[in-house]
Nanobody
Framework: VQLQASGGGLVQAGGSLRLSCAAS????????TQWYRQAPGKQRELVAA???????NYADFVKGRFTISRDNAKNTMYLQMNSLTPEDTAVYYC???????????????WGQGTLVTVSS
């Protein structure tokens, strides 16, 4: 199973970006999926999560600005980021809890990260 994150880039404060994370490989299902971020010199932190049924959860620092979504048919999840500030600058990682087969336990897979830089 591979997760490919994309959509990062350089944006001015107040701008928007949309991150994507596509899952590929052989698997039965994807349960919850999450976006994390890690700023320079800081620990990785959870940004948003979404279950297979569409229930979402957000960190307080992105509520009202970011929206997590997923397209189960495309095995892809998204993070729409609006009203970006320089404090949002970080490498953003996607994570998915995946069931590969009926005889294997679910496990988490990480994407490679995509850099978001917000200039003031």
């Amino acid at each position: 199973v591979q997760l490919q994150a994309s959509g990062g880039g350089l944006v001015q404060a107040g701008g928007s970006l949309r991150l994507s994370c596509a899952a590929s490989g052989s698997f039965l299902s994807i349960d919850y999926t999450q976006w994390y971020r890690q700023a320079p010199g800081k620990q990785r932190e959870l940004v948003a999560a979404i279950t297979s049924g569409g229930t979402t959860n957000y960190a307080d620092f992105v509520k009202g600005r970011f929206t997590i979504s997923r397209d189960n048919a495309k095995n892809t999840m998204y993070l729409q980021m609006n009203s970006l500030t320089p404090e949002d600058t970080a490498v953003y990682y996607c994570k998915a809890n995946v069931r590969r087969s009926y005889d294997l336990p679910r496990r988490d897979y990480w994407g490679q990260g995509t850099l978001v830089t917000v200039s003031s």
